[in-house]
Structures are given as structure tokens and as C-alpha cells.
């Protein structure tokens, strides 16, 4: 494992970038300015994550982890309501996630009036422009896969820089299930070091404790594992702790970050030449709505509007004896029979094998007398996610609230979310399929649970061609402000049916040679020239 010194971060040192937020969108967009040789500063509001043992403990997961924060909480609206907490640590909610590395599928970036309805939400580039940036941030990430029978896999110019392990544990009782259905399973592409190669910690234990956990021996490829230690060994300056208050403007240009250090106290103002917000996209249109910038914006009124972050929940299946593997690694197997989309076929989505419940979590909601069941119950059970694809509604927003503030100054950040009628029917006939699979892999019992988390939030700060109704131009760039670009999940038009961390990285890849003003893949001897997205990212930031 690497290992450095890391020297207190010199904040009289001149900057060409300043990048707000060390999540998947932040960490790569740092890491192709850096390739591109741009003095970049990364604040972030979390502290840096401890891999340790102790990370694989059942109160280690989710919101009982230590990185969860109800410090600067979220007020939520709508279908679900109350008050949400925060992941707050170097490399971002990220840290937490399963490494699922799908790629968008062609028939995403196309016009599909069932989900897009009056939303006006269009890419603004096709799979082909982004394809070779998919392959850029498999590499960094070393996602492991294989080649499918998925008939919408997308074409690739590159094969996965790693090959997937064989399917293993009750992710083996799924794939033959899926199998003699008549479905077609797939192996998920996971951004995982399973062999140890990539020299940033340890290889993958195939534990169980991964999805929602942090990694303890650094296998699982997230930002703080396989991105930012080697961007600080070559120059980024991290300061973590560090809360962004706002963002300040003279005139159409950004000129500082007033930020706080959580730890002291100290307020400051950092400056640089080039802004990114990589806040998420909960975050990043709170930032500017906070800020007062998109009253400079022509499509300032879409600020914060057509949050969207799928419509998720899980089937979980109760077997009557323990499953073989129990404790291993579930996250193995997709289908994407029902992903629809094209010739006519409905757009559902796509489903994915997942460990049963955290033992933690479920002991942390029954009382104390069944809190000893949770064990028992974990070594007979699996599961399986369903992500249908939920329409940009525009009634569906992030607001800074007007009257209330956190302890740093900062407004609350008030989210309204309700799913339209479609969305809940595509997740209830891709929840059908996966109580069929379960049953046929012998579970006695199955359960459906809703997701109510905001882990795959999107699309609040959309890229589009049409500046009235698109806060981003198609370089990711926030119209209005001629120094601030925007590179985490809030620039999706859609949220397509597959997990976003992938297109985010890709996007994030593609919006730093814009900002850099380089082809940094060509320098790398990595861009064929003959690539048609050579020409069209040279343009990129007209409006067309």
C-alpha cells in the first residue's frame, strides 16, 4: 500500500483550479486537471476515512457509520418526509457505494417521450461522443467485467481493463434461477480490485460488507481509495473539514469560496482562476442557489429543478435453510432482460443481486427482544435491487431554504420529491420479475422494501443545448458564470436504469479537458486521432 507524508496545504499558493467537493465528479475532474497540469485545490466538507478492521462491523454500515452527519441536515418533502443526514468524508457518498460500473446504454442518450415527457430534457452529446471517456474512467477505476448477452450492452472500443471473478455465493443460486427463467444473466462490471493489482491496498475479501460500508482493506475502488492519494503525492492540495459557505461573484466571473474550517473555526476566502462544483447534486444547486448565481443564469428559474434518483427498492428472499456463501460478497449478477426502451418496448430498468439486509441496520430498528434474530436471518436471505428509471419532473427541486440556517451560516438545503405514477408502476413490474427469481432459487418468502435514500440523486443542474431551460452548456459549464463548471450527477438530463457513478466519472473526464482547454487523452498517447470526439469537444461549449 502507498503510503506519504501529507504536509499541511499551503493556501498562499496560486491556484489554476479550485474544485468543491472529493466525490466521483470531483475526484475526476481533479484527476484530468492534474494530468493536464493544473494547480488544483480540492475542498471538502467530511474528514478522511480510517481503514481499519472495525470498518467491518454490523454499526459500520450507512447512516450508523461515523461519516453519516446530521450537522447540516436536509428537510425533505413530499413522498417521504422529515429530516435526512449526510455522508460528509474525503471521496463522498462514493465511499459507501457497491462499485457497480455500468455504462449508459445507447438508447439512454436518444429522445424517449415516455420518460422525458414535457420535461425538455435532452443529452446534449450521444454515446459516442462520451464512449471513449467511459473508457478512460474504467481504467483509473480498473473496473473488472466481462462481455454479456445483454442484447443493449453498449459497443466499446476497449475490452474491461480487468476480467470479473466467476460468480460465487448465493449470487450462483441467482444466476441459475435467472437462467432456467429463461433470463439472461449478466456479470456486474465492478470498480474492484479483486487480485490486488492496482497497488492501493489490499485485493477484494469477497466479504459481505461492502455495499455501504467502507472498505477496509482499500479493494473497493472509490475516490479515496483509488483516486485522491495519488493525486496529493502529485501535487492537489486537499483540505478536508472545510465547509463552503458560498461563492462569490464580480460581474459574469467567480472570484472566490468563503469557506469555514469545521475544526477551528477560521473563516477564509480561497481564489483561483477556474471554479468546479462537485457538491453532488443535492449539494451543487444548493451552493448556487445560496450563492445568488443563478439569478444570473438565463435558465436560472431550472436551478435546483427535476431532482431525479431512481425508483429503487429491494426483494429480499427468505430461504428455509443457511444459503452456501451467506458472508460472501452478493453483488455479482445483473439482468437487463426488462431494460427496454427501444422498438417499443416499455422503459423499466434493470435489476441487480444484492446482500440481504446489514444485521446492523435491522437491529437498529426492532426492539431488543428480536434484535437476535437479525444473524440468523442474514445467513438464510439474499436479495435483489430493482432501479427503474424515473421521469425529470420538474415539480421535483432542491431549494435553499429563505429562514433557516445551519451553524456555519449556510441555508438549509429543503428538498421536495414525489414519483409519478409510472415510476412506481416500472418498479413494481421489475419487483414482480425479482420475487420470480427468487422463487424459483427456492426462497419460502419474499419481502419488497422502497429505497428512500437520496444515493442516486441526479439532474438538478441539467446540460442541455437550449440555454433558457439548461443551467449547464454541453462542456458542463454553468451558463451565466464564465468560470464555473459543474461536474457531479446534478448535469444529468436523464437518470437512465443503471447505477450513474460511471457517466458521472466519464462526464467529469470529458468537462476537465474543457476546462483545461487540452485534449489530455491525446497527450496521454490515449485518444486514437481519428476519434470524431476529438472535433466535437473543441466546440463543446457553444451553444448549437
Not at 310 to 337: A, T
Amino acid at each position: 500500500m502507498h503510503s506519504f507524508i501529507r504536509r499541511a496545504p499551503d493556501r498562499s499558493r496560486h491556484h489554476d483550479a479550485i474544485v468543491i467537493g472529493s466525490g466521483v465528479g470531483g475526484a475526476m475532474v481533479a484527476h484530468g486537471l492534474v494530468d493536464a497540469g493544473l494547480r488544483v485545490l480540492m475542498i471538502e466538507r467530511g474528514p478522511r476515512v480510517k481503514r481499519a478492521p472495525e470498518n467491518w462491523a454490523s454499526d459500520a454500515v450507512l447512516e450508523l457509520s461515523p461519516y453519516y452527519s446530521m450537522e447540516s441536515c436536509l428537510s425533505v418533502r413530499g413522498d417521504d418526509h422529515g429530516r435526512l443526514g449526510t455522508f460528509q468524508c474525503v471521496g463522498g457518498p462514493a465511499v459507501f457505494y457497491g462499485g457497480v460500473s455500468y455504462r449508459m446504454r445507447e438508447v439512454d442518450f436518444s429522445p424517449c417521450p415516455e420518460i422525458v415527457t414535457d420535461s425538455q430534457a435532452c443529452w446534449p452529446y450521444g454515446y459516442a461522443d462520451i464512449e471513449p471517456y467511459y473508457g478512460w474512467a474504467e481504467r483509473i477505476l480498473g473496473v473488472a467485467g466481462r462481455s454479456s448477452c445483454d442484447p443493449l450492452e453498449p459497443p466499446r472500443s476497449a475490452a474491461y481493463p480487468n476480467l470479473a471473478p466467476d460468480v460465487q455465493g448465493p449470487a450462483k443460486l441467482i444466476w441459475a434461477a435467472a437462467s432456467s427463467l429463461g433470463l439472461n444473466p449478466t456479470h456486474l462490471p465492478l470498480a474492484i480490485d479483486f487480485d490486488g493489482r492496482s497497488g492501493a491496498g489490499s485485493a477484494c475479501a469477497m466479504c459481505g460488507t461492502c455495499d455501504g460500508y467502507v472498505c477496509a482493506v482499500s479493494a473497493k475502488r472509490d475516490p479515496a481509495a483509488a483516486i485522491i492519494p495519488a493525486l496529493e503525492r502529485r501535487g492537489l492540495t486537499l483540505l478536508p473539514d472545510t465547509v463552503v459557505v458560498r461563492l462569490l461573484r464580480r460581474g459574469g466571473r467567480v472570484v472566490g469560496v468563503e469557506c469555514v474550517n469545521r475544526n477551528t473555526g477560521r473563516h477564509e476566502v480561497l481564489q483561483a482562476d477556474r471554479y468546479v462544483l462537485a457538491a453532488g447534486a443535492l449539494g451543487s444547486p444548493h451552493v448556487i442557489q445560496a450563492s445568488g448565481l443563478h439569478t444570473s443564469s438565463p435558465a436560472g428559474d431550472w436551478v435546483g429543478r427535476c431532482l431525479m434518483r431512481h425508483c429503487n427498492g429491494i426483494v429480499f428472499g427468505l430461504f428455509g435453510r443457511p444459503l452456501e456463501g451467506s458472508r460472501q460478497f452478493h453483488k455479482q449478477v445483473g439482468l437487463m432482460d426488462f431494460y427496454g426502451g427501444c422498438d417499443g418496448a416499455p422503459k423499466l430498468g434493470s435489476i441487480q443481486s444484492i446482500h440481504p439486509p446489514p444485521s446492523g441496520l435491522v437491529a437498529d430498528r426492532l426492539p431488543g427482544l428480536l434484535q437476535g434474530l437479525t444473524e440468523p436471518m442474514a445467513d438464510r436471505s439474499t436479495g435483489l435491487l430493482v432501479i427503474a428509471e424515473d421521469q425529470p419532473n420538474q415539480r421535483n427541486r432542491v431549494d435553499a431554504s429563505r429562514s433557516e440556517t445551519d451553524r456555519y451560516g449556510v441555508p438549509t438545503t429543503v428538498i421536495t420529491h414525489r414519483y409519478t405514477w409510472r415510476d412506481t408502476a416500472a418498479r413494481r413490474d421489475l419487483a414482480s420479475v425479482a420475487r420470480a427469481v427468487l422463487k424459483r432459487a427456492g426462497a419460502k418468502f419474499t419481502q419488497g422494501v422502497r429505497i428512500k435514500t437520496f444515493s442516486h440523486a441526479v439532474g438538478t443542474l441539467r446540460m442541455g443545448r437550449d440555454p433558457r431551460t439548461s443551467p449547464l452548456d454541453p462542456s458542463s459549464r454553468f451558463r451565466g458564470v464564465e468560470n464555473l463548471w459543474v461536474t457531479d450527477g446534478s448535469f444529468m438530463p436523464r437518470s437512465a436504469a443503471v447505477n450513474p457513478s460511471l457517466t458521472i466519472a466519464a462526464n467529469a473526464l470529458m468537462a476537465a479537458e474543457r476546462i483545461a482547454g487540452v485534449s489530455i487523452r491525446e497527450r496521454q498517447g490515449t485518444a486514437p486521432r481519428s476519434s470524431a470526439l476529438v472535433g466535437y469537444a473543441s466546440g463543446m461549449g457553444a451553444d448549437r
